[in-house]
């Protein structure tokens, strides 16, 4: 029997748009404690400022301008707006994480293991509410949307180019614990985020 898709309500919208945010800065603030690199246009960013000394900020910019424009021509303003609104949390809770939790002693593994956890129950959320975190992100949202990709196994792959070329700053133990992270962000999304799973709609 088909199931019948019902349309998220705002208010619905606007707590899962706050709570998939903290999951994720939850996991940034991991992450950083661990000194690990994550995925998708963040870390190509980030890798990119380590490189050519550049600031972060403006290379953030520049490498997602690209998806920003394909989630305005194929996935609609309200995507977009919704996705900027996710970043803005994002980067908001981020910087307030720390001084709501500390850590006196964090081992790598969990940290590998537990953020990307947070990272893929956040984007999951997200995605479910027609919104994503911007670069990668947005593409394979619209792939999944347009042709039934999944969505979790394009944003692994993705993040799998940035993770080789994280070999160049980080050391052999970093990457290999970022990959892990990586690989459990993207499954829980390519699990549970796929074409007829979910019946919720935007």
């Known amino acids: 029997m088909p199931q019948t898709s ?3 309500r705002p208010h619905e919208d606007a707590i899962a748009l706050v709570l998939g945010s903290l999951f994720v800065a939850l996991g940034i603030a991991f992450y950083a404690k661990a000194h690990l690199l994550t995925g998708s246009t963040v870390g190509a960013a980030l890798l990119l400022s380590y490189l050519t000394k550049t600031g972060f900020a403006p ?3 520049l490498v997602n301008l690209p998806f920003f424009a394909l989630a305005i021509v194929r996935l609609g303003w309200l995507f977009t707006l ?9 980067s908001l809770f981020s910087r307030l994480t720390p001084l709501w939790i500390e850590f006196g002693h964090l081992n790598a593994v969990y940290a590998a293991v537990i953020g990307g956890g947070l990272f893929g129950i956040g984007l999951l959320i997200l995605f479910r509410h027609g919104m994503s975190l911007g670069g990668v992100s947005i593409l394979a949202f619209y792939l999944q949307e347009r042709y039934g990709w999944r969505a979790g196994y394009l944003q692994l792959g993705a993040d799998m180019v940035v993770m080789a070329v994280s070999c160049l700053v980080l050391s052999a133990e970093q990457v290999a614990l970022s990959v892990a992270g990586v690989t459990v962000l993207c499954l829980i999304v390519g699990m549970n985020h796929r074409p007829g799973r979910y019946a919720g709609a935007n």
Do not use: E, M, W
């Not at 919704?82 to 994002?90: G, I």
């Open 6 to 8: 019902i349309r998220h």
């Open 82 to 90: 919704k996705t900027l609104a996710a970043v803005a949390l994002v």
């Open 59 to 61: 290379l953030f910019l």
